[in-house]
């Protein structure tokens, strides 16, 4: 049964990062406007934080990661998901207890995410193979570890780390398997790589790099599930397998709609995260955005992102007009007592854009405490050196001179120039 359209002047399709705080910033702006979040999940909340539900002896409130809807002074419709988009009659047609109800809407927002991506490979559909990209995924892996457990997680991004982190917490056994012949490679260089895989080892946790997975064999008795893992033509026994190699966005909804999609099948956006249809944006995950250095279009899956895009929405939805002029990626997280923090471009990165760069390696002093382990600057091969990109792995107040790091980035100084000004660095070594 269908019933009447409920209308509201703003529908944000996503209750994650990015479609939070653009209904934030949209009531910050305009007390009157009424704005409708729409999630199929039974909460809204920040992914950022989900391997704390993992990790053994965290103290976090599970509930922190949820954001309080009443705060927000919208309306949050939970456990509901949306089936269809009509673009000309401005309509969503929406599943809500197993009832159909319409909705209709002035602007639309939508802001639906990625999906973990899960190769095409035999054994994939075993229990036992799961992914970690939601709450439900972070239940899921909670609820099915139990000890002597061996686990392999498969992608050493910057998720499979924070999750071989939180497993190996619980006393498991874990295998880090990446195609790259390092870990950490899509994020940062390396040199870095190497002080973390040493770290990682030292914590007990085995690194497979080079490494494919072929196949998933199942149990000799209950032939669904995970018995064994076949990597580079290796077998291994394996209880738990889970993939984090990298999501892709989420266009189930707008799938051969009227929506243009750009890079990585991702929703094309412009400077105000406008999509081609009047009135409809995207943000976060299943969006494009633009870079700041050479402004071309990026797919780039990142929540600071997220966050930087909700607000550029917000204030257009708000009617504030309001458009940017790239976006710096940045990274900060942290490992077995080590903080990573990777702002601007990596070298890869750099050249996918069709940059010419290197990296530097820099030792600074920190007044107090030791030498920072490894930290890069990352510049183009120009005349001036101008700095894109820096990155740093350390025990010790990572953190420390971050801001300079950022304007000298964003104003991309040349190298020379910066170590004029900052004192304290020196170049250590030259890596081209
Ligand atoms: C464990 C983990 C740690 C991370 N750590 C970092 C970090 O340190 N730094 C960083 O920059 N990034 C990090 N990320 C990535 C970051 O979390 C994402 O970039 C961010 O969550 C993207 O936000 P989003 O709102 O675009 O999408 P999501 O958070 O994926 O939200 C999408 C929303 O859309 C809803 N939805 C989708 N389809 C429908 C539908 N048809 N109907 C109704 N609702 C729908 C979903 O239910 C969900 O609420 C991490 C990710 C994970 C998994």
Known sequence: MI???EFYDVIVIGGGVAGV??????????????IGVITKEPFIYTKMGLNYIIKSGSSIDLFKLMIDANRIGIDVLVNSVVTRIDFEKKTLKVKQNGTFRIYAFDKLILA????????DIEGVGKIGVLTFNDYDNAMNIKNYIRSGMNIYIIGAGLVGLLLAEALKSNGLKVTLVDALPGIGLTIVE????????????????????SAEIEKILGDRKIKKK?????????????????????????????????????????IRTNAKMETNVDNVYAIGDCATSIDYFTKKETYRPLGILAVSMAEIVGRNVAGNDTSYEGFIP??????????????????????????????????YKVPGIRVHPISLLIHLKNRRE???????????????????????IR???????FLDLEKNMEVVDVIS
Do not use: C, H
């Open 411 to 417: 104003e991309r100084i040349g190298l020379n120039e």
């Open 386 to 408: 101008e700095l894109i990109g820096w990155q740093v792995i350390s025990p010790w107040m990572a953190s420390y001179k971050s801001a300079i790091f950022i304007n000298a």
């Open 21 to 34: 705080k653009a209904a934030t910033v949209i009531r910050e702006l305009n007390k009157q406007v009424r």
């Open 112 to 119: 639906t995410g990625g999906k973990p991506v899960i190769p």
């Open 190 to 209: 390396e040199e870095i790589s190497k002080y973390l895989v040493d770290k990682l080892v030292s914590r007990g946790i085995r690194i497979l790099t």
């Open 330 to 363: 940045m990274q900060y997280f942290e490992v077995f007592n080590n903080s990573i923090i990777k702002i601007g471009l990596n070298i890869k990165e750099a050249r996918e854009l069709g940059l010419n760069a290197a990296k530097k390696l820099i030792r």
């Open 3 to 5: 019933m009447m359209a």
């Open 226 to 266: 995970v018995r064994k893992v076949i990597i580079n033509g290796d077998k291994y026994e394996a209880d738990l397998i889970v993939f984090t190699i990298g999501i892709t966005p989420n266009i189930d909804l707008i799938r051969r709609s009227v929506i243009e999609l750009g890079v990585k099948n991702a």
